[in-house]
């Protein structure tokens, strides 16, 4: 593990009082995942897969960015994110009439707001450890990389046809924004051609105008969130809750 990762997870657990648990699983959907530690949960428990060159110190350092940008806040401003009582309603009446809806629904839900909380925080994240962490740029790009190939297969038209067309474009949107992150911090503007071919690169503009004009600070991430929700049109998909460290 490079020391700037032992730097960052040392700094998540002074931050918390709680140790942070990592090992790999092969099954995770997604790359990497982490699970504040609540009530009598002893520590975070940070999951990751397997990386190609063995070496997931980005993830690690990624993943506890989001708990430092929690943490940094005091007490009474610590909200967590998550959906909204009516938001499985919402979602079935858009998969009104699709014979795959009941398989669908909760697949749908959960993709859309998770990239909904975690892209923006996320490509914060990622500046922070761009300029702070340059140990970890090598494995930074290459994940963003990967993260952009992936992203790009949800424009295919087969995927087009199968989903509602709000939760397409709030997709397609939030992928634009974050290959418009990504091209400018590369400076390689072919990573957006996706979705300038498709006609989404002015959604992204417009979420990465929001991203530059709100603030910062780890207190802005609500705002940033928000903003983002209203441009897309998922406001009231969602709520915040004040974080609660009991169980």
Known sequence: MLPCTKVIIQRTERLTGKPVHMEEDRTLPVISHIQIARGPAPMHKLRYRPTPNGTPDYFISFQCGFIIRLYENPPEQRYDFEGSPDAPARMASLLKGNPAASQMKERLLGGLMTQLRSMPIGMRIDDWLFHEYPELRSQQ???????????????????????????????????????????????????????????????????????????????????????????????????????????
Request: glycine letters at 6%; zero cysteines.
């Open 141 to 247: 790009v290459a994940g963003a990389k990967a993260q952009l190939r992936d992203n790009s297969r949800a424009l295919a038209p087969e995927i087009k046809r199968q989903v509602p067309t709000m939760v397409f474009r709030a997709n397609a949107a939030m992928n634009s924004a974050f290959a418009l992150y990504w091209a400018k911090s590369l400076a390689d503007d072919s990573v957006s051609l996706p979705y300038k071919s498709t006609g989404f690169l002015p959604q992204g503009e417009a979420l990465i105008r929001i991203f530059e004009q709100v603030e910062s600070a780890p207190a802005e991430d609500r705002n940033l969130v928000d903003s983002w929700a209203a441009e897309v049109g998922l406001d009231g998909w969602y709520r915040w809750i004040p974080h609660r460290t009991e169980g």
